[in-house]
């Protein structure tokens, strides 16, 4: 059984985690297939959403605990070593221009929370929970959660769930804002496919220069943000997605940004 199994659903690309049986756990196989596969369908320009999910009941248990017992893998420079290799494709899914939506099926725990949150939106079954688990194991957090999980839901908030392992329901997660929204199992990759289509049917460079805007005022300055702002607005401008735009509204009428 392949450990990640990607799905295309035209622009859009599903990747599904697919260990079931260990609850989706990053363990090193399935590490070992995100690593080309991440930068894979980043570069394809006909993939222009991403859904991450998981196989079964959980979205992913995170790190492979049993793997950790060996004295050797727990070495200073062998963890950064492997940290190094993970922030290779966590990084780009958190910089990249694509929209990538998170469908938390089932449990979302310590890396596969963190992995949650590289996403841009978050769409959970109302069977979905969300809990760190670092601390519980002595471990730090990892794959960005503690740059990524305080500006989800604030420092406090995030302080309790990554110090006190605080459960959150997906009903909760959603008031705090952990999620976009709450579905029924069933309808989840409808929810979360419905989303991604629509995005992958929008303007192309808009919505990447909206990212790009967005990740950029947490690092900015006033100043540096504005000009930033400036030169997204001139390549906004310029695109024929923009022109488009601007047609479809005059004669009112949807924009067709795509030919697919």
Same mark, same amino acid.
């Given at each position: 059984?392949?450990?990640?199994?990607?799905?295309?659903?035209?622009?859009?690309?599903?990747?599904?985690?697919?260990?079931?049986?260990?609850?989706?756990?990053?363990?090193?196989?399935?590490? $070992? !297939?995100?690593?080309?596969?991440?930068? *894979? +369908?980043? #570069? /394809?320009?006909? &993939?222009?959403?991403?859904?991450?999910?998981?196989?079964?009941?959980?979205?992913?248990?995170?790190?492979?605990?049993?793997?950790?017992?060996?004295?050797?893998?727990?070495?200073?420079?062998?963890?950064?070593?492997?940290?190094?290799?993970?922030?290779?494709?966590?990084?780009?899914?958190?910089?990249?221009?694509?929209?990538?939506?998170?469908?938390?099926?089932?449990? $979302? !725990?310590?890396?596969?929370?963190?992995? *949650? +949150?590289? #996403? /841009?939106?978050? &769409?959970?079954?109302?069977?979905?929970?969300?809990?760190?688990?670092?601390?519980?194991?002595?471990?730090?957090?990892?794959?960005?959660?503690?740059?990524?999980?305080?500006?989800?839901?604030?420092?406090?908030?995030?302080?309790?769930?990554?110090?006190?392992?605080?459960?959150?329901?997906?009903?909760?997660?959603?008031?705090?804002?952990?999620?976009?929204?709450?579905? $029924?199992?069933?309808?989840?990759?409808?929810? *979360? +496919?419905?989303?991604?289509?629509?995005?992958?049917?929008?303007?192309?460079?808009?919505?990447?220069?909206?990212?790009?805007?967005?990740?950029?005022?947490?690092?900015?300055?006033?100043?540096?943000?504005?000009?930033?702002?400036?030169?997204?607005?001139?390549?906004?401008?310029?695109?024929?997605?923009?022109?488009?735009?601007?047609?479809?509204?005059?004669?009112?009428?949807?924009?067709?940004?795509?030919?697919?």
């Amino acid at each position: 059984m392949d450990a990640v199994v990607i799905e295309r659903h035209m622009a859009v690309a599903v990747l599904r985690l697919n260990r079931p049986e260990t609850m989706n756990a990053l363990q090193a196989d399935v590490k $070992a !297939v995100l690593e080309p596969t991440i930068p *894979a +369908l980043v #570069a /394809d320009d006909s &993939v222009r959403a991403i859904v991450i999910t998981g196989s079964g009941r959980a979205f992913s248990a995170g790190g492979d605990v049993r793997s950790m017992q060996d004295p050797e893998g727990r070495r200073g420079p062998v963890v950064r070593t492997r940290m190094q290799r993970n922030h290779s494709w966590s990084r780009l899914l958190l910089d990249c221009d694509k929209p990538v939506i998170a469908a938390v099926n089932g449990a $979302a !725990v310590g890396g596969g929370l963190a992995l *949650a +949150l590289l #996403a /841009d939106l978050v &769409v959970a079954s109302s069977e979905a929970y969300f809990m760190s688990g670092f601390t519980r194991l002595g471990a730090a957090p990892d794959l960005g959660i503690a740059l990524t999980l305080p500006h989800a839901i604030g420092m406090l908030r995030a302080k309790e769930m990554l110090l006190l392992n605080k459960r959150v329901a997906a009903e909760e997660a959603v008031a705090i804002g952990l999620a976009n929204r709450v579905v $029924a199992p069933e309808r989840l990759m409808d929810e *979360a +496919l419905s989303m991604a289509q629509e995005l992958a049917a929008g303007p192309t460079p808009s919505i990447s220069l909206t990212k790009m805007l967005m990740k950029r005022a947490y690092e900015d300055g006033v100043e540096q943000f504005f000009e930033r702002e400036q030169m997204a607005q001139a390549v906004a401008f310029s695109s024929k997605e923009f022109a488009e735009g601007v047609e479809a509204f005059v004669a009112k009428r949807r924009a067709r940004f795509h030919e697919d």
